[in-house]
C-alpha cells in the first residue's frame, strides 16, 4: 500500500466512478482499476461494490477511507510544516464542529482568519462530538468543538464553558412558564437524538436521578430535522440556543430554561496528544475560543 493508492481510492470513494475519477486524476482508466484490484489483493478485502452506474463502498471500504482520509491529511500536513518558516502562520488545519455551533461559528471564524492570517487553509466537517472524537485520533482532524468530551491520554482537552440546554417549543406549543423542573419535563413529549449525543445522555441520566425516563415521541440526530418536528408541533426538544438560532427560524421557537445544571455541556477544544501543534492550528484555536466562548455566554443569560 503506498500513498497514490490512498489518493486514488478517496477520489473514485468521493466520485463514486472509477471513469470520473481516471479523468478528475488524468490517468488511463485501466491503471487506475489495476491500483485499486493491487489494493483490494494487499489488504484481502473488496473496497469496492461495483454496479452500473459506477461504484459504492463496502464496509471494510468505508473503515479504509475513514483511515485514508486521515493518512493523507497527516501527509499533507507534515509537507506544510516541513516547508513553513519557523515563523509563518500558514498551512492547512482540518477542524471539526457540532451542528448545534458549525453554521453559527464557521463564517465569523473564516472571516477573522481570512482578515489576521491569511495563509491559513481551513477544512471543516461537521458532526456529533463522539464521530468528531473518532476522526481527530484516525488523524483526518487537527482540532475539534466537541461536548462532554471524557480524559483520554491521546488527547488534549481545554474546557471552554458550560452551555446550557433549554426546552425547544413551537409558537403554537409554548409552555408560557419562566423555568421548567426536570419532573416536570419527564411528562413533557419530547424529539431527542439517539444516544451517544451528548444532549440525550445528559437528559437520560438527569430523568434517572430522580427515578424517571423521558417522554420520547421521536428520536432523530439531525438537529434541523429535529427543529422541523417541533415546528410542526410533534413534540419538544432539548437543545443549546445556538440550535436555535442557526436554524433560521428563531423566531418560530419558544425556549424555556431547564431548573438546576443537570441537562448542560461542557464544551471543550481538542486535540492529539501526540502530533504536533502547528502554528496555524494554534491560531485557528484561539480564534475559535474567542467565538465559541462568546456563543455559550449568550446561551447562559438567554
Known sequence: MDIKQLQYFVRIAE????????????????????????????????????????????EPGKTLYEH????????????????????????????????????????PLLNSLRKM????RVTIREGLSSHLMDWLVGGSLDCALVYNVSPAPEIVATALGV????LVSSIGMRLNRKRISLSELSSVPLILPSRPHATRLS???ALADLGRVANIVAEIDGVPAILELVRGGFGHAVLPLAAVKASGHADEFDTTPLMGRAIESTLSIVSAAKRPESLAQRALAEELSKFAIKEISASAHA
Do not use: N, W, Y
Not at 29 to 50: D, K, M, T
Not at 117 to 120: E, F, K, L, S
Not at 163 to 166: D, F, G, K, V
Open 203 to 205: 437528559v437520560d441520566r
Open 68 to 107: 485514508a482520509l486521515g493518512i493523507l491529511h497527516q501527509c499533507e500536513r507534515t509537507r506544510d510544516l516541513m516547508q513553513r518558516t519557523a515563523t509563518e502562520v500558514a498551512g492547512k488545519v482540518a477542524l471539526g464542529l457540532p451542528p448545534s455551533l458549525c453554521k453559527l461559528l464557521a463564517a
Open 163 to 166: 452551555e446550557p440546554r433549554l
Open 117 to 120: 492570517h491569511p495563509g491559513i
Open 15 to 58: 466520485l463514486g466512478s472509477v471513469s470520473r475519477a481516471a479523468d478528475a486524476l488524468a490517468i488511463a482508466q485501466p491503471a487506475l482499476s489495476r491500483q485499486v484490484r493491487l489494493l483490494e489483493v494487499e489488504l484481502g478485502v473488496s473496497v469496492f461494490i461495483r454496479h452500473g452506474r459506477g461504484v459504492r463502498l463496502t
